[in-house]
């Protein structure tokens, strides 16, 4: 009995680390300014999923570098940019936003990721809309 215990206890964390389902995932965006007549609505990939991690139990004893877990995050991505319409001459009507192109479990990186969970915001428009199609990278 304890044998089969063991061997399926050596199997779940094998299978759970090999799971881990850190993926891009499709993605609709609404970005306006107040400055310019519509909204565009923007479709990309953001990586998005579960990644297999450890809670440590001796976390008073152990440094605040080796508390720090896995989170799905960009291994691969490029920057589109779109041109938000409607907007006045003296307005930048350019919005840059990342595209991921591939994803992994990793240690979050604040140079371009959000690695606070915060509430979530409303992701809609206040304007009329347009659909953005077709961008060119910078």
Known sequence: MTAIFLMSMIFGLACGQAMS?????EYTMH???KECA???TINTTICAGY??????NGKLFLPKYALSQDVCTYRDFMYKT???PGCPRHVTPY?????AISCKCGKCNTDYSDCIHEAIKTNYCTKPQKSYMVGFSI
Do not use: G, N, Q
């Not at 990644?51 to 440590?56: A, G, P």
């Not at 919005?95 to 595209?99: A, D, E, G, L, M």
């Open 95 to 99: 919005f840059s936003y990342p595209v």
């Open 82 to 84: 779109a041109e938000i």
């Open 51 to 56: 990644c297999m991690t450890r809670d440590v």
């Open 21 to 25: 389902f850190c993926i891009p995932t």
């Open 38 to 40: 519509y909204c565009l």
């Open 31 to 33: 970005v306006e300014r």
